[in-house]
């Protein structure tokens, strides 16, 4: 095995990942994985440092402009490289959302109200004000009346529209770095890690940062499964607790991912909460089961029964 296989492996997997929605991060990942003296560099961060959408971020945090060619990225991080790297050792990929609700809402919307959100790995907490947003899922239908910004979902199969919008009684979350959304620099870098080409989600974002603002969500600081039992006794004065989470399960290790199944099992069968994941298909096995997911889809569930496949930024639904 060379010294540097995984790395150009990881950077290939994230120029095939990235193609399509990103020719620039699709060329700056081809040409790290045959740059002898970047894969070098790389090799000196810690392996859960070199990802390549934290990288790029930090380069472009210091003025690497995007899109641009490889040489862009490559003068940036030669030529700044203790900056970069502070960045990188000092920042994470925490990449939160919004459209994503419009996989969750229609879950949120089989349910009985009012309701007490709980998301764990809330990042910045944008995903917590379903209701401050109005939907399009064409050509099924849609829910209007908010008269906030418009998520749009592309959707097939019996999706059950909501007929109005979730009431939220309460919402609040827990994530290992809250990300304060009054906070100009943190929302900066979330900007940061949209994908050059992205503007639409870019727009998204700033839009739900003063979605946000109007209505901060009570977020704490820490580990999911330290801070899961009080907030649930906090959201039960509320309203029905309601516990979700999207694209978090994937960061736990593989013991904690079954940890995290049977706790959310138990509370579940216990009438504590209601549970609603919306997490990548390999993530929790015992929810996705044998189900012949599609490349790149996440599974929506309620209460550990899979009812959608979702596009991993929420632009499609298929409802089971
Ligand atoms: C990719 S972001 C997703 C944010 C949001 N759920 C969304 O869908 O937009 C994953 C978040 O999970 C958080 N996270 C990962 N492991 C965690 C843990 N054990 N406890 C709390 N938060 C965690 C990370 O800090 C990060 O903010």
């Known amino acids: 095995m060379l010294l540097y296989d995984d790395v150009v492996s990881e950077y290939r997997d994230f120029a095939t990942y990235a193609a399509g929605d990103s020719p620039c991060f ?112 064409p050509p099924v239908g849609g829910l209007r009346g908010s008269g906030g910004p418009v998520l749009t979902a592309a959707a097939t199969g019996p999706l059950p529209v909501p007929a109005r919008h979730p009431e939220v009684a309460w919402r609040g979350g827990v994530d290992l770095n809250p990300l304060d959304v009054a906070d100009a620099d943190a929302m900066r870098w979330l900007e940061n890690l949209v994908w050059p080409e992205q503007d639409e989600r870019r727009e998204r974002l700033r839009a739900a940062v003063e979605v946000a603002r109007l209505d901060p969500p009570d977020l704490r600081r820490g580990d999911l499964f330290d801070h899961l039992p009080a907030l649930l006794d906090r959201a039960a004065t509320h309203g029905t607790p309601v516990v979700f989470h999207s694209a978090v399960i994937a960061y736990l290790e593989e013991p904690d991912r079954r940890r995290f199944h049977e706790l959310m099992t138990g509370l579940v069968a216990g009438g504590r909460c209601r549970w609603i994941s919306n997490e990548g298909r390999h993530v929790l096995p015992s929810v996705t089961g044998d189900a012949d997911v599609p490349p790149g889809r996440f599974v929506t569930a309620l209460d550990g029964t899979p009812v959608a496949h979702s596009h991993g930024h929420g632009h499609a639904i298929h409802w089971l």
């Open 26 to 137: 699709e060329e700056w990942a081809l040409g790290v994985s045959t740059d002898e003296e970047m894969l070098a560099w790389l090799g000196t961060l810690p392996p859960l440092k070199r990802q390549a959408n934290l990288v790029f971020a930090a380069a472009r945090w210091h003025g690497a402009p995007a899109p641009a060619p490889y040489a862009a990225l490559r003068r940036v991080l030669l030529e700044q490289e203790p900056e970069v790297r502070a960045s990188v050792m000092s920042r994470a990929t925490q990449t939160n959302e919004v459209g994503r609700l419009a996989s969750l809402t229609p879950v949120l919307g089989l349910l009985d109200g009012p309701l007490a959100l709980i998301e764990v790995g809330a990042s910045a907490g944008l995903c917590l004000h379903p209701d401050r947003y109005d939907y399009a899922w």
